[in-house]
């Protein structure tokens, strides 16, 4: 995310959304971390019991991220 003028520190924003319905799930999280990314998906599945069996299938946008499950 871009910083503010009266930010401080970084910040990353977690997204998923379904492209069928434009349903979308947010989170912001102080770290880029393997910990806040499964916490990201527990509370998605959560929020959305349906998508929980969809989320094996999920992609990532970051390329690198992607190159690891092709």
Known sequence: MQWM?????????????????????????????????RRFLRELERTCPPFGPLLRNALSRCPAAHAQHV
Not at 5 to 10: G, L, Q, Y
Not at 13 to 28: E, Q, S
């Open 5 to 37: 003028a009266d930010e401080t520190s970084r910040r990353y924003l977690f997204v998923a959304i379904d492209r069928a319905t434009r349903w979308v799930f947010v989170r912001v999280y102080n770290s880029k971390t393997a910990a806040n990314a």
